[in-house]
């Protein structure tokens, strides 16, 4: 039944003056109005507790009224735009937390350009003599000094197991490309293999830098990590044009938009938010993007560093601000990517020992980084601690920062509880921990006294045996891990601001949603009953407390006057779908400030409304994971 509006009364008053003008209400004309619908407002701080709307009216990008029909029908001229929703259920836009479009933007990019617009393409493994074959080709179409930097195809997180071990170093490199420096990275870029050329170009500027891995002799074979690999990446490699990336990255919002999303949020380096940057003064951004700027990762004097940012981001509590505009702005600093790595490699800096022996994770039998993972806040090779440490001095916040394990939780929330206590204003400054893999009842109280916002990624429990969950429970048995891995029912019971992110391309945000409430994995199996949550308060988790995690619950995140209008309009009715089929849903029309961004082909013709948007394949087969059996052809997400 329809509630009783919140917003104060607005009187129409249509007048045929003598020039026999119309007059909206309040002077207003609106540029569009939606109405027989069942708009779900989000507008109340309980997720049990929110207005169901007939109608609404959008001025200036934003709503103007919220309500039964005739309350937003008063605010139609002869010019407004009115969209007969005929019934249909209307979501505000959903606000992802956690999901690297810049990089899933490389399947639109060329064959020889799709290791993220770089112009050396990736290389594959499958012996060294092949490998470096592959290297010497590139090499041989470059000048004399130019840079050479890739990755590797076709291996899980990009590791070729014998570089990882350090079977092939600088020396081999050399053979091959004498006259060019090279830089080879993986792992999330954590770590990489360089040459004698590069080697020599960051010493003579870092002579004592950290991450520098050394033989029996204390000579540097090339492989680099921590300090020494992220120091390459920011300072060395060759900066793309922005206009080189800008038309691939708007092409993979554009598809995003098709699923839902109005707003994303994630780490930029600084040659993407270039690009973004680009679009944007061109009013070329399709949907909203709350950044996390990560140039200052793993700095060799992070002190210095974040000394000189202050001013970009700042503020506690409510007055929480970063700089930027509506569409583009700074919500926090990465000083660190990851606290660890992911479980998948033995990576994740866990409490228990990796075994050896795992027929659904083999690298585990190398355990490249000792029996407990990779465990970076005390690893001498990172800076990611004293990154940390930086950030509360200075006042800033730090966000989208991945986490894995229980032990990495446990020194990331020992750090934090200890810097508190020089810097108590932490507390007030939003510090986000992204991936919810494994936490515990302990670590979720003691994260609710420093008011930390988790961003949980569902895909870690639909991955089901292969994925994260499925590795935590031949670790911890299946019971803990059922329990620990995307807790939701226990963040959110402790009070805990606990938004939804998707990290991983085109794994639907209708499915995250699905995940949520029913903790189904690929094959249906279910995951920790106990910690299912209402389809509710998995909506609020995309909406409005998302906005908390983008600095902007006063402008996103539920439909409400005064806010942008970011809206979608479905296919189904999402209160009321069997949960099983909550993955299914599909827009049929997304909204940003007041424009439409995309609309289904059928919907857009039979209502008069322009065609637009990602008309691209979306299918399990291109993807897209929707919760459907076709989703096993996918395999599941995580690491």
């Not at 708009?39 to 200036?60: C, E, H, L, W």
């Not at 990336?245 to 270039?274: D, F, I, Q, V």
């Not at 926090?332 to 994740?348: E, L, R, W, Y």
Request: proline share 6%; with cysteine.
């Amino acid at each position: 039944m329809l509630k009783k509006s919140g917003f104060a009364t607005l009187f129409l008053a249509i007048t045929f003056l003598l020039t026999c003008s119309w007059a909206g209400a309040a002077g207003l004309e609106a540029e569009m109005v939606i109405f027989n619908g069942k708009i779900v407002t989000v507008d109340s701080p309980d997720p049990n507790q929110f207005r169901i709307a007939q109608a609404a009216a959008i001025y200036g990008g934003k709503f103007i009224a919220v309500g039964t029909n005739e309350q937003a029908l008063e605010y139609a001229g002869p010019t407004t735009q009115r969209i007969d929703l005929g019934g249909r259920t209307v979501l505000p836009g959903l606000v992802e937390t956690h999901n690297h479009i810049m990089s899933y933007s490389s399947h639109f990019f060329p064959e020889d350009a799709v290791n993220v617009g770089r112009t050396d393409p990736p290389l594959r493994w499958t012996n060294e003599e092949e490998f470096l074959a592959q290297l010497r080709t590139i090499a041989l179409k470059k000048k004399p000094g130019e840079w050479i930097v890739t990755t590797i195809r076709g291996a899980f997180m990009g590791i070729a197991v014998p570089l990882q071990k350090g079977e092939v170093t600088r020396f081999d490199l050399d053979a091959v490309t004498p006259n060019n420096p090279v830089h080879i990275h993986w792992g999330v870029s954590d770590e990489g293999l360089v040459n004698t050329k590069a080697l020599d170009l960051l010493l003579a500027r870092y002579p004592d830098v950290i991450g520098l891995e050394r033989d029996s002799q204390g000579v540097a074979t090339g492989r680099t990590r921590g300090v020494a690999n992220f120091v390459v990446q920011y300072e060395f490699w060759p900066q793309l044009a922005p206009q080189q990336l800008a038309p691939y990255y708007k092409k993979e919002m554009e598809e995003w938009l098709a699923m839902g999303l109005t707003t994303n949020s994630t780490r930029l380096a600084p040659e993407e938010l270039a690009a973004y940057s680009w679009l944007n003064v061109r009013g070329e951004m399709p949907l909203r993007m709350g950044f996390t700027m990560d140039g200052a990762v793993n700095s060799p004097q992070p002190d210095a560093l974040f000394s000189r940012l202050v001013g970009l981001q700042g503020g506690k509590g409510d007055t929480m601000w970063g700089l930027g505009d509506d569409m583009l702005w700074l919500i926090g600093f990465a000083p660190t990517f990851n606290i660890d790595h992911v479980p998948g490699v033995a990576g994740s800096c866990i409490e228990k020992e990796y075994p050896r022996e795992a027929p659904n994770f083999p690298l585990w039998m190398h355990q490249f980084y000792g029996p407990h993972g990779l465990c970076r806040l005390k690893d001498p090779d990172y800076h990611d601690a004293a990154g940390l440490r930086a950030v509360a001095k200075y006042g800033l916040r730090h966000s989208a920062m991945h986490s894995g394990g229980d032990r990495g939780i446990n020194q990331y929330l020992d750090l934090a509880e200890e810097v508190s206590k020089q810097y108590p204003e932490i507390a007030q400054q939003r510090w986000g921990i992204d991936h919810c893999r494994f936490l515990t009842e302990e670590h979720a109280q003691r994260a609710k006294k420093l008011n930390i916002i988790f961003s949980c990624g569902p895909k870690y429990v639909y991955a089901g045996d292969k994925g994260d969950i499925g590795a935590y429970a031949v670790i911890y048995g299946e019971e803990e891990a059922a329990d620990f891995v995307v807790p939701l029912k226990r963040l959110i019971s402790n009070g805990l601001r606990t938004t939804m992110q998707i990290d991983e391309h085109g794994f639907h945000p209708f499915l995250a949603l699905e995940v949520a409430v029913n903790r189904k994995d690929t094959n249906g199996k279910v995951w920790g009953p106990q910690q299912r949550i209402s389809r509710q308060e998995a909506l609020y988790m995309y909406t409005r407390w998302s906005s908390q995690y983008v600095l902007r619950e006063d402008l996103l995140g539920s439909i409400e006057p005064g806010k942008y209008a970011d809206f979608l309009v479905l296919d189904r009715d999402y209160m009321t779908v069997p949960e099983d089929e909550i993955g299914q849903i599909n827009p049929l029309l997304t909204v940003v400030g007041g424009k439409i961004a995309y609309s289904e082909t059928e919907f857009a013709t039979s209502h008069g409304l322009p065609v637009v948007g990602y008309r691209g394949p979306r299918d399990a087969r291109d993807g897209w994971k929707r919760g459907v059996p076709a989703d096993l052809q996918t395999g599941g997400g995580g690491g």
